[in-house]
C-alpha cells in the first residue's frame, strides 16, 4: 500500500474542492507486428544490436488505409467503455500528434465524427513525445475552470509513414499506436497533481522533420531529397532526454512534496531502455518500480505512456488510490513530468 502524505500544488492555485482524476483509459495498436528480424531482411542490423542498444524487439505498423483517427477513435472507444462514457458526454477532444492524417482539419476533428461525439469541441496539439502529458495538463485546465465536465485525451501516431525504411539509424526505433484518458471531476479524489512542462527551441535541430510544412513544402525536389522523413541527432537526443526527465522529475516530486519511494508505478516515455534505465537510476526508482512496454511496441511518441499506462492499469500494476509518474521527452525539444493519484 502506497504511503499517502504529499501535498496538492491545485489547492494553492485557487482550486480547492476541485480536481481532475483520469477516469478510464484505453488502447490500441495495429495487428502488424514488426520484428528485428524483420528489419535485418530491410537494413543492415541485427536482433542483437537493437536489442542491446535499445530494448526493443518488435513493434507494430498501421495497414496502409488505417490513419492516425482510425487508432485514436479505437482507443477512445475502448476508454469510454472502461468508464461507460458515452460519445454525446465528451465536451473537448484534444489529440497530440505529430502524424495527424492530414496538415489540416485536425486529427481531433477526424476522431470526434468517427466516435459520434457530436458536442464536443476539438482541437489537436503537437508537442511531439511529450504530447500526452502536455495534453492531459491542457484538459485539466479546462476540469479546473469548470468549463467542462469531460475531456477526452488522445495520443495517437503512424510514425511508420515518416520514418526512412532504408535508414538503419532511426527506423529500428518507432511504431504505430494511440492510448485515450476520460478526464473529469472526482469527489474525494485528488487525480493530476501537478504537470512540469518544458522546452527548449535551440535545440529544435536534434530531432525534426525538414519537409510537408510552410517552410519546406512538398515539391518533387523536396520528396527526392528524403525531406519528408524524420531526422534526428541520437547521441544527443539520448543525453538531453535523460537530463531533462530527471530534471523534471525532481520538480515534480518537490512540488507535491513527495519522495520516489512513496510513488507506485514509474511510467517513462518508452523511446529506448538505456534512457528509462538511466533516468530510474538518477531519480533513485527501484526496476520494479518502473512501467516497461517498449519491447513489444518501439516508440510511438505522443501515443507511448498512453498505452502504457492503459497496460499497467490492465495488468494491476496501478490501482486506484496509487501515485503514478509520468515522465516524457520527445522534440522541440520538450519535456513533461506528472504526478496523479490514480
Ligand atoms: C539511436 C541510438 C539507439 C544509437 O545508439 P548509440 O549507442 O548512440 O549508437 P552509437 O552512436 O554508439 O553507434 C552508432 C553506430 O551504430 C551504427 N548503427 C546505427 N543504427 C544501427 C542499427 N540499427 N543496426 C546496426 N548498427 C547501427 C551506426 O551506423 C554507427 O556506426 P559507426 O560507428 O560505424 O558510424 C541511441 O543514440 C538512442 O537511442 N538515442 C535516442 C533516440 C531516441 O530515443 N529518440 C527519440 C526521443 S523521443
Redesign the pocket.
Known sequence: MTAKRFKNPRAEHGFQGRSCSILSVGSYVPEKVLTNAD?EKL????DD??TS??GIKERRIAAENEFTSDMAAMAAQRAMHASGIKPEQIDLIIVATLTPDMMFPSTACLVQQKIGAKRAAAFDIEA??SGFIYALEIGQQFIMSRTYETVLVIGAEKLSTIVDWTD??????FGDGAGAAILQHRPNAHGLLTACMGADGEKSDL?FMPGGGSMCPATKNSVAAGLHYLR?D??E??KN?VNAMHTAVKEALRRCELDITQIKCVIP?Q??R??IEAVGDRIGARPDQVFVNLNKYG?T?AASVAIALDEAVREGVVQRGDLVLMVV???GLTWAAAIIEW
Open positions: 528489419l537494413v543492415e542490423t541485427t544490436w537493437i542498444r535499445t511531439a513525445c538503419r539509424n532511426t527506423c529500428v526505433l530531432l534526428m541520437g547521441k537526443t539520448f532526454a516515455h523511446a529506448n538505456r534512457i516508440n511518441s521527452f520527445g522534440a
